[in-house]
Every structure is written in structure tokens, then in C-alpha cells.
């Protein structure tokens, strides 16, 4: 009950130190007083508290309920429509997809025996500009989850100079605007896996910060822990507040080229020179496309530590582009390189027609200078670099007109580069 004054002394409150007079009232217990202010403050926290506990019982449901999961033909299907060929590289990231999503949604539905499925994390090997990037990147685009991409040449040890390897997880986080439960079931793409590598198997005085150092620290993510991350990035120190994130369903996605890895295969092939069935055996390998033999004993003695490697069970490889390929690139994707640039002349009132030839050119033009998929783009604004200066200023009137692309016209502006990669007369 409340306490009044009379010739008595002043009471006050026990939790906030205020006297009868600066209150409302004060309500008396066994041994103090709580003021109706401390009251009001302490039913808010614990209103707020049931809020939060309720939100986190429910907030990976939502992050699941965000998305749907496909099967891995639906996946290959999606992936057809955004990149052209890889169909091993495309069967093996929907598998791995799917499995991986499909352990999440449903992890607390084990069976009888408890059985903890593990997440298989998967790693792409293959040229430049053959598309590693692109099917990430259309993976997240369908899950509808967080997405980032890390390259791998700016990670050290932690300690040195460069970034720190949990710095991966920071852009993961500001890509899920720092939802840790949906940055939790997103995914990462880890570019230029292979520059990690072991610089030498010889021991030297000086450590290996930016090769196996890496790969050291990159075993925790990998594995599935929990990170204490610091929210903007950069530096680690001791006062600094942590996130923590549980890597244990955050689906990587490592993608390298690994140029030379070929030597590594050939060399594992042809370890057997004598002996019965041994021209045979040699017979059925595609020499041209060794990649498609890659095994874990070739990255190894390339330069990944065996811890690393059996965290990226997955392993697939992709095909180098070839001319039909990069011709596709070119104009049948729903984000075809062409289409691009016929709708941004579009937005200036201009129809834009290329050339059959003109195509023809520029893939050959890409497959001269082993440029791939991604050197398309670069050939291509090399050619319209003059149009798009100079067209849209040409306009006197709000009727479309067309500009069209002709063989003698690409193969002039593309001449002018001659202080580039491309020369005149290719």
C-alpha cells in the first residue's frame, strides 16, 4: 500500500531511488517500496521480452516461408533461362541445392534414429568467363535469400594486413540488412578460391598468410559455427561488439579457375606408362577437356590443404564456351547481353538492329583472345561506345528511328582500339 509522510521520514523507491514526494505513489513490500513508475517500466520489459521470444520462435519459419523449394529439375529448368550450357555444373548445383535447402526446412523432422544431416558445400572449377558467378548468383535470385560475393585475394590471416575471413559473412549480413536469422540460410559465393592456395610444399621462415593461413582460418565457416563477426567489418578488437552468426546452414559456394590444374591431371592419368590395357586406357580420355577428370587428390597437390577440400564435397567442372555457346550468350537469355543494349537505346526512342555478321564477329573476336563469356560485354562497348555518345543527341522528334549495326561499321570501331586488346583486322 502507499506510504504517506506524516512526522515520519521519507521513504523511497528501491529500485530507482526516488522519494514519495517525486511519485505517484509508492506501493510497500516485505523489506521496500517500488514507485508506480518502476512498475509501468518493468511490465513494458517484460511485454517486450514475451514480443522477442515469440518473434524468435517464429522468425526462421518466416525466413523458410520466404521462399520455396523447387526440385533439382525445376532448379536446372530456372537455371536454363539465365545460363547458357554447363549442364554437369547445373545437375550438380541442383542437386546440391535442393539437399541443402531440403535439410533445413526440415531438420527438426528427423528420424527415429536422430540421423544430423550434414550440408554438403560446393565448389566450381573452371575457366574465366565460363559462368561460376552467374549460376550463384541465379541460384539466390530464385531462393529470394541474401547473396554475396567474396573474393578470395583480399583475405589474410587474421592478424595481418587485408581483410579477415569473417569479413565474408559481414556482406552476407548487409545484404540480409543485418537479419541475422535470414543471413543465417543465405548464401555466399567465394570467388578466386584457387590464389589461396599453398604457395610452395617447401618450409620457409616467413608464414603463408594469404595461402594456407586462409584456408586455416576459413575451416570454421566452412564447417558450420558460430562466428562472432564485427557488424561494419574491418579489424577485430577486444571491445568491439560481436555479432554471431551460425554458419551451419549458410550454403558456400567456391568457384576458381585453377590455371594449370590441367598439368596436375595429366600427370595423375598417365602415373601408370607401363603395362598391359594401359594405350586403352588412355584411349577414352578427352584430352582437351581434363577438367572434367578433376579429383580431390589434384586440387591438393595444387595447393589446398585437405581440411578445406573435404569441406566442398561437391566438386563439379565447366566446360570452356565455344563459338555456339558464346553465340547464345549473346541474344537468348531473358538478360541476353543484346537485349540490354537494344532496351537502353529504347529508352532514348531508338530501335537497334545488329547485323547477323556482327555477331558472328564478335564471338570470334572473344574466342581470339580466350576472353569468354564475360569479355563479350567488352567487345560490345567497344563497338557502340561512338552510337551511345553520339545518337541520343540526334534526336528531333518523338518518332522512333532505327540505328542499325552493320559488319564494316563494328569492325571500324572495334580498329580503334588499337591500344588495347583489340587490334586492327582480327
Known amino acids: 500500500m502507499a506510504k504517506s509522510r506524516g512526522d515520519k521520514p521519507l521513504v523511497h523507491c528501491s529500485f530507482c531511488g526516488r522519494s514519495e514526494k517525486e511519485v505517484t505513489s509508492l506501493l510497500e513490500g516485505l523489506n521496500g517500496f517500488i514507485c508506480t513508475d518502476c512498475i509501468d517500466r518493468a511490465h513494458q520489459l517484460i511485454h517486450m521480452n514475451d514480443k522477442t521470444f515469440s518473434n524468435k520462435a517464429t ?22 533461362d ?13 542437386v546440391a541445392v535442393y539437399n541443402h535447402y531440403k535439410r533445413i526446412l526440415h531438420q527438426n523432422q528427423n ?24 549460376l550463384a548468383r541465379t541460384i539466390a535470385k530464385m531462393l529470394n535469400l541474401p547473396f554475396a560475393i567474396v573474393d578470395a585475394t583480399v583475405l589474410t590471416e587474421a592478424g595481418y594486413v587485408g581483410e579477415d575471413v569473417e569479413s565474408i559473412l ?14 543465417q540460410m543465405g548464401i555466399v559465393f567465394i570467388d578466386e578460391i584457387d590464389k589461396i ?44 561488439k560481436m555479432i554471431a552468426v551460425d554458419t551451419k546452414n549458410i550454403l558456400f559456394i567456391c568457384g576458381g579457375a585453377f590455371e594449370g590444374i590441367e598439368k596436375k591431371i595429366a600427370q595423375r592419368i598417365n602415373t601408370k606408362v607401363v603395362g598391359y590395357g594401359v594405350q586403352d586406357r588412355l584411349e577414352g580420355i578427352d584430352t582437351k577437356e581434363l577438367l572434367k ?36 550468350i549473346l541474344t537468348k537469355p531473358k538478360n541476353a547481353l543484346i537485349k540490354q543494349y537494344q532496351q537502353l537505346f529504347k529508352i532514348d526512342d531508338i530501335n537497334l538492329k545488329i547485323d547477323a555478321q556482327v555477331l558472328d564477329y564478335i564471338v570470334e573476336t572473344a574466342l581470339k583472345y580466350n576472353l569468354g563469356a564475360r569479355g563479350l560485354r567488352s567487345i560490345c562497348e567497344a563497338i557502340m561506345m561512338d552510337a551511345m555518345y553520339s545518337v541520343p543527341s540526334e534526336k528531333h ?22 591500344g588495347s586488346m583489340f587490334i586492327k583486322n582480327i
Open 59 to 80: 522468425i526462421l519459419e518466416k525466413a523458410q516461408s520466404d521462399f520455396k523449394l523447387l526440385t533439382p529439375k525445376q532448379i536446372h529448368s530456372f537455371l536454363d
Open 397 to 418: 522528334n518523338s518518332a522512333k528511328k532505327d540505328f542499325t549495326i552493320t559488319l564494316s561499321y563494328a569492325k571500324e570501331k572495334l580498329a580503334k582500339f588499337t
Open 197 to 240: 592456395a599453398r604457395k610452395s610444399d617447401n618450409p620457409s621462415i616467413t608464414r603463408d598468410v594469404s595461402g594456407e593461413g586462409v584456408q586455416q582460418a576459413m575451416l570454421k565457416i566452412l564447417e558450420g559455427n558460430i562466428v562472432n563477426v564485427p557488424p561494419q567489418g574491418g579489424r577485430k578488437h577486444p571491445e568491439q
Open 111 to 134: 528420424g527415429a534414429d536422430g540421423l544430423d544431416l550434414e550440408k554438403s558445400n560446393v565448389l566450381l572449377v573452371g575457366p574465366t568467363g565460363t559462368g561460376k558467378t552467374l
Open 293 to 328: 577428370y578433376i579429383a580431390p587428390q589434384d586440387l591438393r597437390s595444387y595447393g589446398l590443404i585437405p581440411e578445406l577440400i573435404g569441406r566442398l564435397p561437391v566438386i563439379t567442372y565447366l566446360h570452356p564456351l565455344d563459338k555456339q555457346a558464346l553465340l547464345n
Open 82 to 94: 539465365y545460363v547458357i550450357g554447363q549442364e554437369d555444373a547445373k545437375k550438380f548445383l541442383s
Open 170 to 183: 559481414v556482406r552476407l549480413l548487409q545484404d540480409a540488412d543485418y537479419d541475422v536469422e535470414r543471413a
